[in-house]
């Protein structure tokens, strides 16, 4: 199942984005969404996850205090808001959903094709 992310764009440091990703195609009835991003020349990793079933969360170390990871269950839309943003923090970013509670892993089943994140 193809994911669909969107509020991607560019924003000055210290400023704020969300991002939100669309799970409307997935048929789980209980869901684990992350968000991961990859910056040109470095590997994709994990920032935030939900598992909708007891909505539990976990965070990056570079991101812990400043993004929160959301999900709202009348849109079946999970969340990505960022505070305080950094050049560091510019990537695409990606969202991915699976069954299962993957935690940050690479292992998820379904993708999205990303939103550009860019700080200056």
């Known amino acids: 199942v193809q994911l669909v992310e969107s509020g991607g764009g560019s924003v000055e440091t210290g400023g704020s984005l969300r991002l939100s990703c669309a799970l409307s195609?997935?048929?789980?009835?209980?869901?684990?969404v992350g968000w991961f991003r990859q910056a040109p020349g470095k590997k994709r990793e994990g920032v935030a996850m939900?598992?909708?079933?007891?909505?539990?969360?976990t965070y990056s170390d570079p991101v812990k205090g400043r993004f929160a990871i959301s999900h709202d269950n009348a849109d079946n839309t999970v969340y990505l808001q960022m505070n305080n943003l950094s050049p560091e923090d510019t990537a695409m970013y990606y969202c991915?959903?699976?069954?299962?509670?993957?935690?940050?892993?690479?292992?998820?089943?379904?993708w999205g094709r990303g939103t550009q994140v860019t700080v200056s």
């Open positions: 991915a959903a699976d069954r299962f509670n993957l935690q940050l892993s690479r292992y998820y089943t379904n």
């Open positions: 195609q997935l048929r789980y009835n209980n869901k684990c």
């Open positions: 939900i598992y909708t079933g007891d909505g539990a969360t």
